[in-house]
């Protein structure tokens, strides 16, 4: 089971960007798929999941938005609006609680490797 996480890169604050994962080995249809950041310094932190329902943390509400293909085994986080503080390096993962949100690092399964997204002032 592979998840790779890609799109990341330097951007300007107020910019955008997307994000994407995509998996092999697994069906993960009947998962939740979430994104997770790490600041440096930082714990890693839940940013949103998309299950059978789609929740965000507070700090990106409004701002990012997850989707997901099954039919192209991959999710997406666009990112609107960006800050400083969203500089972090986002991770990708699947937990079989679908019908769950949760933010515990400890619930998910399987982990991408983490792309770095850097906002600039």
């Known amino acids: 089971v592979q998840l790779q996480a890609s799109g990341g890169g330097l951007v300007q604050a107020g910019g955008s960007l997307r994000l994407s994962c995509t998996w092999s080995g697994h069906t993960f249809t009947a998962w939740a798929m979430a994104w997770f950041r790490q600041a440096p310094g930082k714990e890693r932190e839940l940013v949103g999941v998309i299950g059978s329902r789609t929740r965000y943390v507070d700090s990106v509400r409004g701002r990012f938005t997850i989707s997901r293909d099954n039919g192209k085994n991959t999710m997406y986080l666009q990112m609107n609006s960006l800050k400083p503080e969203d500089t972090a390096v986002y991770y990708c993962?699947?937990?079989?609680?679908?019908?769950?949100?949760?933010?515990?690092?400890?619930?998910?399964?399987?982990w991408g490797q983490g792309t770095l997204v850097t906002v600039s002032s």
């Open positions: 993962a699947a937990s079989p609680y679908y019908g769950s949100v949760y933010a515990e690092v400890r619930k998910y399964d399987y």
